[in-house]
């Protein structure tokens, strides 16, 4: 007798297909030639109620890799528009991802389930819809590797090799990520109807989104100004998330900024090592729009092409309108100042801030920059001098301090002894913003190459696994740890488009 019970496939329930058809075009996956599961994201289904009998399925296998479609979805790729590096583009959309539906977690969060790798789409333009197993294996680790330090990011579900080729500057197997985010809407997604003069459109994706992810403004007096403002405040707190991390973006277009104010999109990003302001990964930003030190600015450019596609609905008089917009994009301003604040405060072990801290970090940055220093260690480092008892782990010789920095250390802690908490709760609050494992590039490289060169998984699972308790230091694990050494560096980061 069988006492199985049968896996179960996820129910969806898509609420986007109820918006009018120029939103979106129905489109199937293409079928892949072999499908060969990569890796599933077991904690993720389980917050996410989907059936880890069934994830681990041929079923789910098959349904992941496009050659099957789920029970109860119509998959469809959105339209979406956008700025990129800074010229507007009229028309992009899903071209290599198909929505294959939303679900419903058992605590009521709704979430988008896409496949991204899964074959042209009608937006798919000279793109064959495709995705090299690098950038899947990249989007997974750097996702996990976000989710895990609570910046709010996209997840990812599941990697299917697709047992095809692809081809790129050099052909790579290919394969498929399923991708789960809060929604997929952007920026780019109001720009497609406002630039098209198509204000019913902006105002119904409006009055969407309001439903879907704010439905406590929608009886704010002006709700679409509220919309507005609260997608400046998530954009602000994020952009001072990843100064804080030292994570560098790379494509900031208008197109890969979701409302919902997660992180999309890992392209060519990075994890810096070394300190560099003016730092910058992406193969594709030659002028350095996207670098370090910019990304604050940029997030403000984003959200006034945001503003712009709301302005008809902020106020019937364009003048009231425009000024209303004005006073929410400054507003971003003092959100990220705060929130970057924050995100220094917790860094340095401070619980009220003081007058003379900006000068203080400014100084450290500066050592950071004269001296190279890794940026991920030498925070970490100075965790290691909060220390108060004999079960922290330090980093020892994987950072070693300059003399400035010793230096610099005498300022940190008078400042330190003026501050109210205690010494152990300051220990707790700088261990919680100063992880000692963050997605270096090189061993990202290193994993992407096994598994694309020899089809060996193995450092892919190591690293995952790593970056998933990234606070917690072990000597056994000092390899990943370790800022590059010359040779290992790398210095860009491709899109794998
Ligand atoms: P991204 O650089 O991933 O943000 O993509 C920018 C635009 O190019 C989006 O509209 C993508 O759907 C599209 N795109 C990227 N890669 C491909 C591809 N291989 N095939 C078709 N469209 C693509
Ligand atoms: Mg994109």
Known sequence: MNTQTPATSPQFDTTFASLPERFYSYAQPIS?????????NQELAQELGIDLQWLTSDEALQVLAGNQTAMGSAPMAQAYAGHQFGTFNPTLGDGRAHLLGEIVTPNGERFDLQLKGSGPTPYSRRGDGRSPLGPVLREYLLSEAMSALNVPTTRSLAAVATGE?????????GAVLTRIAPSHIRVGSFEFFSRQGDDAGVKTLADYCLKRHFPTLIASPNPYLALLNEVIERQAKLIAQWQGFGFIHGVMNTDNVLICGATVDYGPCAFMDDYDGDKVFSSIDRQGRYRYNQQPGIGQWNMTRLAEALLPLLDSDSDKAIALAQEALSSYVTHYGAAYQRVMSNKLGMSKPQPDDQKLTQQLFTIMTEHKLDFTLCFRYLVDQAAIDESHQSIEDAFSAPDELLVWQKKWQLR????????AQRYEQMKLANPVFIARNHQVELAIRAAEDQGDYQPFYNLLEVLKVPYNYHSALKKFALTPMAQEVVTHTFCGT
């Open 165 to 173: 080729t692809v081809m790129r500057q050099s052909p790579a197997p």
């Open 32 to 40: 892949v030639a072999n499908a060969t599961p990569i890796t599933h």
């Open 416 to 423: 330190l002894d003026k501050d109210p908490q205690t010494k």
